[in-house]
């Protein structure tokens, strides 16, 4: 009796924590991918990239276990790719972006999860701006760079932690500033690599759940890692 009372009472706070004002969910056709080449990744294109930094944010502050992954779907919403993202985006109108709206009126994530900060929500702003395209940039990371400083840090909050951005973290694991992503990472190296290269035997400890990251970003945690933790 007290186990089945223990599980009713973790369902129900897993619910609540998620729970949110209802959106509407309207399906649209998703669009081609817009495939954008920078030929100078030292430069930063001022093209925002849905692929590396809209959608691990709409993923890793969002689509989480028990909120809005395929799996959860709580209030029949995902937030995991771009079709289900476009279903509360309207290209060019933040405004009427119910998905947005959402996020800076502080419904989503909701209170108690990390959230996503006034750069995070002005990069999926000036997405929607620019027409809310599903942007795959290529040539977009340079490679010279593995500091923790640039691009590291990042890196981990806008894939990572809006799971682990917060203590404890989800699964004891924390990686909200310098110190304890090193202090983690440096005593787990090869299940983290493993992670990110999604190269897991079991498929829920590959990072970022369902979406790798691109092979120059794993490098430069990668090299960040192998030369020492540069910060």
């Known amino acids: 009796m007290k186990t089945s009372f223990i599980l009713i009472l973790s369902s129900f706070l897993l619910y609540t924590a998620c729970k949110h004002e209802m959106i509407n969910a309207v399906p649209v056709n998703p669009q081609d991918t ?9 430069v930063k294109s001022d093209t925002v990239c849905f692929n590396t930094e809209v959608l691990p944010l709409f993923i890793t502050y969002c689509a989480s276990a028990g909120c809005h992954d395929p799996a959860s779907r709580q209030e029949g919403v995902v937030t ?53 395209l599903n942007t795959n940039c290529v040539n977009s990371c340079d490679t010279t760079k593995f500091a923790y400083s640039d691009p590291v840090v990042t ?61 120059c970003q794993i490098g430069q945690f990668t090299r960040w890692v192998e030369k020492g933790f540069p910060q």
């Open 34 to 42: 817009v495939v954008v080449n920078n030929p100078n990744p030292s």
């Open 80 to 132: 995991n790719t771009y079709a289900s993202i476009m279903r509360g985006i309207t290209a060019k109108n933040p405004n009427k972006s119910e998905y947005y709206k959402v996020i800076i009126e502080k419904e989503m994530p909701p209170a108690g999860s990390p959230q996503l900060s006034t750069a995070q929500t002005n990069v999926i702003l000036k997405w929607i701006n620019q027409g809310a």
């Open 155 to 215: 890196l981990l909050t806008n894939n990572c932690n809006g799971c682990h951005g917060t203590k404890p973290g989800s699964g004891n694991v924390y990686l909200g500033d310098f110190a304890s992503a090193k202090a983690y990472i440096s005593a787990n190296q090869t299940a983290f690599l493993n992670a990110i290269n999604h190269t897991s035997t079991v498929v829920s400890k590959r990072m970022p759940p369902g979406n790798k990251l691109q092979d």
